[in-house]
């Protein structure tokens, strides 16, 4: 399993924001949170993974990108980003169109689909 840094993922939020919205705030809010988020699909527990396929490791990281608000702004998008890269480098393309990423970010981000809901649509929509 490949997994992305922290390092990667600050800089997919400077990326995003520059890009699309340079007149907000970029950077990390909260640091301790972000490393948590970046570790946890690698998680044991009694040297059993908690997330044990790469469609949990996807939602996991996904779903506390959205909802921890590491970064200052675009904690949507970076989840979304941060998702299809991990995806890619795993083998796997998430083939959706943005409405369709748009509506699931904000369903994690308002509690209006469940974790089982979303690592059926990773897994359905991966090639």
Not at 15 to 37: C, F, N, Q, T
Not at 40 to 53: D, N, R, S
Not at 59 to 71: A, N, Q, R, S, V
């Amino acid at each position: 399993m490949k997994y992305l840094t922290i390092e990667e993922v600050i800089a997919m939020n400077y990326a995003l924001i520059k890009r699309y919205s340079p007149l907000e705030v970029i950077g990390v809010k909260e640091m301790g949170a972000l490393e948590r988020i970046i570790a946890q699909p690698k998680q044991e527990v009694f040297g059993k993974e908690l997330y044990p396929t790469v469609f949990d490791k996807a939602y996991i990281l996904y779903e506390k990108l959205i909802k921890k608000h590491c970064f200052h702004n675009g904690n949507k998008r970076t989840a979304v980003l941060a998702l299809l890269v991990f995806l890619k480098r795993n083998g796997l393309i998430l083939e959706v169109d943005n409405r369709e990423l748009e509506d699931m970010s904000v369903g994690i981000a308002i509690n209006k689909v469940s974790q089982d809901e979303v690592i059926s649509w990773i897994k359905n929509n991966c090639k």
